[in-house]
């Protein structure tokens, strides 16, 4: 969120996203891609600094039931192995 702010305090001063990525190198490894990227969202009226949704894995994954599920595969993992094969 930090590099949104300062990109659009420079886009609201009328610096250019080329002068603006010029600056910001100067004090905050940024890619001259995010500049352009948060330049073009606030040119067209997103001033928010919320992320779009996008797919990808649900937050909800992360879940009470899911760490509890996985704890057992785990736990059960350690278990010895029936070595009688060998």
Not at 39 to 57: A, C, Q, T, V
Request: charged share 40%; hydrophobic share 30%; aromatic share 10%.
């Amino acid at each position: 969120m930090e590099q949104g702010v300062n990109n659009k305090f420079c886009f609201k001063l009328g610096r250019t996203a080329t002068e603006t990525h010029e600056m910001l190198v100067k004090v905050d490894a940024v890619s001259k891609k995010c500049v352009f990227e948060w330049f073009k969202r606030f040119r067209d009226g997103k001033e928010d600094f919320k992320d779009e949704p996008r797919s990808g894995r649900p937050p909800t994954s992360t879940t009470p039931d899911n760490i509890e599920r996985v704890r057992r595969m785990l736990a059960d993992d350690r278990q010895p192995k029936d070595m009688s094969y060998i």
